[in-house]
């Protein structure tokens, strides 16, 4: 069974920089095409970094040039490093497969930008 636990979140003044953290079990993250999503309060979860097994990355629009999704195989940990952080950057974020999901979802790790 897949376990991903993220950690790293935390309250954050705007323009800030946090650096979110995804421990896998049960699977390999560097054979995934792994993706990191958040859900803010109201609205769906969205996928804002992606980072494929050959190690290509994408980013959603809004988070493009201030994101950066990486993995450290040896850990076998994603890992999303968030800089110029806005309000509403304000989510529970997420990792998991971008697509074809693992049927389990972690908890996630609250990040709040104040602005």
């Known amino acids: 069974q897949v376990h991903l636990v993220e950690s790293g979140g935390g309250l954050v003044q705007a323009g800030g920089s946090l650096r979110l953290s995804c421990v896998a079990s049960?699977?390999?993250?560097?054979?995934?095409?792994m993706g990191w999503f958040r859900q803010a309060p109201g609205k769906q979860r969205e996928l804002v970094a992606a980072?494929?097994?050959?190690?290509?990355?994408g980013y959603a629009d809004s988070v493009k040039g201030r994101f950066t999704i990486s993995r450290d195989n040896d850990k076998n940990t994603v890992y999303l490093q968030m800089n110029s952080l806005k309000p509403e950057d304000t989510a529970v974020y997420y990792c998991?497969?971008?697509?074809?999901?693992?049927?389990?979802w972690g908890q996630g790790t609250q990040v709040t930008v104040s602005s």
């Open positions: 980072i494929t097994s050959g190690g290509t990355t």
């Open positions: 998991n497969k971008a697509t074809n999901y693992f049927a389990s």
């Open positions: 049960g699977t390999i993250v560097s054979i995934n095409y």
